[in-house]
Each structure stands twice: as C-alpha cells, then as structure tokens.
T-cell receptor
C-alpha cells in the first residue's frame, strides 16, 4: 500500500523568509513518481513538479526547489524568499510507475500562510 | 489548451436525491480521473478511465456511485440516493498516457456538493 505523510499541518512565515515543506512517502514499488501540487484559496489544484524514482537530482525552478532522497523516502519542497502569493495548501502525491495504477495518493497537505 | 472543465461548480441538494456531475478533460488527454476532497484533507481517488474504459475503481466508490466516459471524451459521475457523507468537493483530472508513462494530472476547479 502507498502512503504519503505531510506532518506539518500549517506553517506561517513572514514574507521573504525561506520555508521547507516536508513529505515522506511509503511504497513497495521500485518504480514510482512523486508530485507536488499547490491549491490556492481559489481551489484549483496546480501541478508544480513530477519526479520519477530513478532521478534523485535536486531541481530548482525560480524560487522553488525540491530535494528528493530515496534513502529517507522524502521529497521536500523549499520556497526561497517567500511571497504573499505563495499562501496556499501544498500537497505531495505519489503514484506507481511502469504499468501500475495511475491514481495519485495524496498527503493531507500543508497550509502555508505568508504574512506581509 | 482550455484546461479541465467541470460543471456545475456548486450543487446543493436534499438527502436522497440523485446528482450528476460532468467533466470535460483537456482535449488531447486520453486518461481521466475522479477524486473526492473533504475539508482539510487531500484528494482521494475514486475512479480512472483510459479512453472509454473504466480501468480502476476505489473501494470508496460505493454502488450508489457510477461513472461513465462514453466515446472517451467527457465523463459523468452520478451519485444516487445522496447521503450527508457525500458532501465534498468532487475533482476531475486528466492526463496523457502512453504505455508506461505517467504524465502529470491536470485538475479542474471541482464541483462542490452540499447535502441538506
């Protein structure tokens, strides 16, 4: 069975602070995909990143960066110099790879509030 | 790319009534998914189509729920004899899948169902 744990329910920071959102996953599959989605107050889930289990390189996209560590089954997300527009609920998700099931297993989300 | 479209945005109905939601995926996407999200939780998988074939159903999908995707285009999700516990946001997502690939799912704005 797959499981995604986001232990941080809510984080509050002041604008321009860096913040890291934690994600720990469990799976018995050797091939899998990890995702991060953002859900702003408007409600639509916005895709941020997909990473497959064979690619452990960290990735940076502007102020966003992701740290994937198979040894600790973690896929953490860091926002550098946070902005008020980053306020949202962030979800980490997992799916099987290969010809396995396509459904996403989501964590319970971390609500990020960035104060001006 | 017009995005995933869901209708209606909101549905309020009395317990025991039947409701039907519609999802129009991104036009070139052959995979379509339904999820349910309750307050403070991550989305939970309900069912998945590849083209017109329903390939997977979650245990959450009781016999009061039925989903169709005629001709592999839009999809409908029907809930019969609604219950209070059906109150949630129903999310539709679509992706392009070819063989073993697991491309990111793109979500619609959802249909919020409220049972009186």
């Amino acid at each position: 069975a797959q499981k995604v744990t986001q232990a941080q329910t809510e984080i509050s920071v002041v604008e321009k602070e860096d913040v890291t959102l934690d994600c720990v996953y469990e799976t018995r599959d050797t091939t899998y995909y990890l995702f991060w989605y953002k859900q702003p107050p408007s409600g639509e889930l916005v895709f941020l990143i997909r990473r497959n289990s064979f690619d452990e390189q960290n990735e940076i996209s502007g102020r966003y960066s992701w740290n994937f560590q198979k040894s600790t089954s973690s896929f953490n997300f860091t926002i550098t110099a946070s902005q008020v527009v980053d306020s949202a609920v962030y979800f980490c998700a997992l799916s099987e790879g290969g010809t396995g099931r396509r459904a996403l297993t989501f964590g319970s989300g971390t609500r990020l509030q960035v104060q001006p | 790319d017009t995005g995933v479209s869901q209708n209606p945005r909101h549905k309020i109905t009395k317990r025991g009534q039947n409701v039907t939601f519609r999802c129009d995926p991104i036009s070139e996407h052959n995979r379509l998914y339904w999820y349910r999200q309750t307050l403070g939780q991550g989305p939970e998988f309900l069912t998945y189509f590849q083209n017109e074939a329903q390939l997977e159903k979650s245990r959450l999908l009781s016999d009061r729920f039925s989903a169709e995707r005629p001709k592999g285009s839009f999809s409908t999700l029907e809930i019969q004899r609604t219950e209070q516990g059906d109150s949630a946001m129903y999310l539709c997502a679509s992706s392009f899948g070819d063989g073993a690939s697991n491309q990111p799912q793109h979500f619609g704005d959802g249909t919020r169902l409220s049972i009186l």
